[in-house]
């Protein structure tokens, strides 16, 4: 058995626990660990953190389910928004960011905004669970397709930009969780899909790197259950400000490597044999 399987679900565990709280399912954490430590190729870290999405948060579903959060109306307005958002990120980042360079600027873009988000705003905890009226709905699904889009091109769905993004304008984590998990469960497994079809047409390593997103799914699923079961226990302001100040440190990691690599230096589509 390789070594990265287990180290990975390890990982996936400890990343799950303390993202799921927060409605992020982790992947955002997670990725920099495939890459760094476990060694999966890029673009196929892309579709196996969406695999990881999709074996990970039914854990923390399946216990929002059972306290009967699961259903909010966030939720059809993020998934409105975010389904087609990650089919068009995910032909983007295979098309037009094949550059290993290119990718590590765009995963930092994201992740820097959104460490500083969690950061900045982690003392500005929401009192209410507000309902989003007819227009903040429009405004929300407009916001979920730009998410998804971004989401589709990192390989995080869209719910760890999201989550942060809803949290600053008012509704709590406790509504927040269930709807951000929830349409990143459904936007993954397209996303997944998606990556699969453009591997037929474009070769490489394109497609999930399946056994090790099957052990990672698990570690991520038993974290996201503990981390959705303990989210009225922790406080919500620690666990933004833990969450950004990681995102920010990996996202300085990634701007770094990304000025010192030269440009395209590890060709994606270069053969896995």
Do not use: K
């Amino acid at each position: 058995m390789p070594w990265q399987w287990p180290v990975g679900a390890a990982f996936a565990f400890a990343l799950a626990l303390i993202a799921t709280p927060a409605g992020v399912s982790g992947a955002a954490l997670l990725l920099p660990v495939q890459l760094s430590v476990l060694g999966v190729p890029s673009p196929a870290v892309t579709p196996t953190n969406l695999l990881f999405n999709v074996a990970a948060t039914p854990g923390a579903l399946l216990r929002f389910r059972q306290e009967r959060r699961l259903v909010g109306p966030l939720t059809g307005l993020l998934m409105a928004g975010t389904l087609p958002g990650v089919i068009a990120g995910a032909v983007i980042r295979v098309e037009f960011l094949s550059g290993s360079r290119a990718f590590l600027v765009v995963a930092a873009g994201v992740l820097l905004p959104l460490g500083l988000w969690l950061t900045l705003g982690s003392q500005r905890v929401a009192q209410g669970r507000p309902a989003p009226s007819r227009r903040a709905g429009w405004l929300v699904c407009a916001l979920a397709l730009l998410v998804g889009t971004i989401g589709g091109i990192y390989g995080i769905g869209g719910g760890s930009l999201l989550a942060p993004i809803l949290l600053l304008a008012g509704f709590s984590a406790y509504e927040v969780a269930p709807a951000t998990l929830a349409a990143t469960f459904v936007t993954s497994i397209v996303g997944v899909l998606a990556y699969q079809i453009l591997q037929l047409s474009n070769g490489g390593s394109i497609a999930p790197e399946w056994a090790l997103g099957a052990w990672i799914g698990v570690g991520g699923f038993a974290g996201s259950y503990l981390g959705a079961r303990l989210q009225r226990r922790l406080p919500e302001a620690a666990i933004r400000r833990l969450l950004g100040l990681l995102a920010c440190v990996i996202a300085a990691r990634y701007l770094q490597q990304a000025v010192a690599d030269p440009p395209n230096a590890r060709p994606v589509h270069a053969s896995t044999a």
